[in-house]
């Protein structure tokens, strides 16, 4: 489990490996595409001004049902039933609307205050849940980063913030 001192690690190897995939595309000519998909991910929803309410669409979007036919609100919090929501025939629409209502970055607390909100989400409900907010330092420099590079890639590679190119990003991020 990453702790401690690790964020700092995984802060500098993140704007690493983001140096070096700006040198690559600078290398790629006119076929150039993102590789490292967290940078081309946030430099994407930087260039459309991305507004996230919620991290993911777990509980909005979707639902996971187990083998005995009860909701969690993802894959992930299937069995735990801080995130249960129902079963098969009885799914609860208003515990769907109390749970997303309480995980707003505009309700929830330390969320509410934090300058990254919007681009952040207020990170995985299942790892907040276990694990708590211990990278939101790592989570705000590396977005730091990313607003500070946005200006120069757009310029340099205008071509990867095309219509066309925004829409090829991986479906990943939260
Ligand atoms: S960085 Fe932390 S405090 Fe800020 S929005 Fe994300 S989870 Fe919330």
Known sequence: MVSGSDWDTYLAAMIEAAQQETARLDCDGAQRRWRFANFGNALTEIHRGTARPLPCGAAYGYLSV???????????????????????????????AAFLSARLVDTQQPCRDCWARYLCGGGCHAEVTHAGRDGCDMIRGWLDFCLAAYPELRRRFPTLFSTDKSAERSPTHG
């Open 66 to 96: 187990d083998v005995d036919g009860r909701y969690a609100t993802c894959h992930r919090t299937v069995g735990d039933p801080r995130f249960e929501l129902g079963s098969i025939g009885s799914r609860s629409d208003d515990a769907r």
